[in-house]
């Protein structure tokens, strides 16, 4: 009886190794390596490698050049991938993985975006990539547009694609004024760099942001933490909507550029108890600061509802500056932002405007971040300062 029992525990312990040798390497459970992943991978390592050193045969040996054509020209330091997930069918293969790469002098981290990739299987059995895109719900990079072209300024790398180097030169002239622009009021406790992406439509500029189009119709630009990738990572790109922006003059280019540019300098100090009015407010004062337009000029539709008694009693809500709502309410909300620190700066200070920014982006919590850096820096409270802020809206567009 004893021994009938062994020998079916034995048989049982074999049955179980062999409906889990797929998984495990021995019933000790160790798991084992997927030599499909894994020969996946060391491919996407070489072509990773091939493609920094700039050697398009070696990438051309493990798959389509294309993208090799569209990257040449991007600066990079780092480019990996990390399958994430393999799925066979017959002799081809679908790879999930996520790609980091980062750009030389630019990105203080890798660029984190979710991409698919479709293989085959080669004459002598090893792969050969087919297809690199954007994963499902990912937005797309640059070079998924087409051929990327690099334009360096002396503060600035402007990437266009489908756009003339010559019109790429003119934002990098821009940027390049922006950037110092923006250091003699924030300071330079910021990497003092910015990137612009300049696609070639409205619709091209919306698959990079991974949003409708109709989200960005009439905004110039945005500044995004990673423009198509998972938001994990500290790095900016200025993305333009070049219908929107070649519709303004010289002086509207230059205060889209400073404002956006400004985003990127405060981002360290910018936090999830920081309101848009203030993280648009400060940007836009940065943006008008040199430009000598009166605020009537910059806050028309703020003008108009004092001009017929019906100014806001409050600053603006979150909600009020999305892209999708109302236009008149949006451009109001951006006007009041403004006004909020235009009237800061000339009461307590523009140094006194950054140590506010600072203090509110800092706090711990959304409640009690403005009160509290109204009372500590600004000597003040909600109350008087509305207050304050609705007599000078008055006082300013009356």
């Not at 309101?275 to 600061?289: F, K, N, Q, V």
């Not at 108009?304 to 603006?316: G, Q």
């Not at 909300?333 to 700066?345: F, N, T």
């Not at 140590?355 to 982006?361: D, H, K, L, T």
């Amino acid at each position: 009886m004893a021994g009938s029992r062994g020998a079916r525990r034995a048989a049982t312990a074999a049955a179980l190794c062999a409906l889990l040798a797929p998984v495990l390497a021995g019933c000790g459970g160790r798991a084992a390596a997927d030599p499909a992943r894994g020969e996946v991978q060391r491919l996407l390592d070489r072509r990773s490698a091939a493609l920094l050193r700039h050697d398009e045969h070696a990438y051309g040996d493990t798959g389509t050049r294309t993208g090799y054509a569209r990257l040449h020209a991007l600066p990079l330091v780092s480019w990996t991938y990390r399958i994430t997930a393999l799925r066979l069918d017959g002799s081809d293969a679908t790879a999930d993985a996520d790609l980091g790469y980062r750009i030389s002098g630019y990105d203080s981290a890798p660029i984190d975006a979710r991409r698919t990739l479709t293989l085959a299987r080669t004459a002598n059995g090893g792969w050969y990539v087919t297809a690199d895109r954007p994963a499902s719900g990912a937005g797309q990079q640059l070079w998924d547009q087409g051929t990327v072209t690099a334009v360096r300024g002396s503060h600035s790398l402007v990437l266009g694609a489908g756009r003339p180097a010559a019109e790429l030169r003119a934002y990098a002239r821009l940027a390049d004024r922006a950037v110092p622009a923006v250091s003699r009021e924030w300071g330079s406790r910021w990497p003092r760099r910015v990137v612009v992406l300049v696609p070639a439509t409205l619709q091209d500029m919306a698959r990079l942001l991974g949003a409708p189009a109709s989200d960005y119709r009439g905004i110039a630009a945005v500044t995004t933490g990673e423009a198509g990738g998972s938001g994990r990572t500290p790095a900016d790109r200025v993305v333009v909507n070049p219908e929107a922006y070649a519709l303004l003059g010289d002086v509207g280019k230059q205060v889209v550029l400073t404002h956006e540019t400004t985003h990127v300098a405060t981002r360290a100090d910018t936090g999830p108890a920081t309101p848009l009015w203030l993280s648009e407010g400060y940007a836009d004062w940065t943006g008008y600061l040199a430009t000598g337009r009166t605020p009537t000029e910059v806050a028309p539709e703020l003008a108009r509802a004092v001009h017929d008694d019906r100014e806001p009693e409050t600053l603006p809500a979150d909600r009020d500056f999305r892209f999708s709502s109302d236009p008149v309410k949006l451009a109001q909300a951006y006007e009041s932002g403004w006004l909020a620190c235009r009237m800061i700066a000339d009461r307590w200070g523009a140094d006194r405007l950054g140590a506010f920014y600072r203090a509110v982006g800092t706090h711990p919590r959304r409640t009690g971040a403005v009160e509290d850096a109204l009372h500590s820096v600004l000597d003040t409270d909600q109350r008087a300062f509305t207050a304050q802020w609705r007599a000078y809206v008055r006082e300013q567009l009356g």
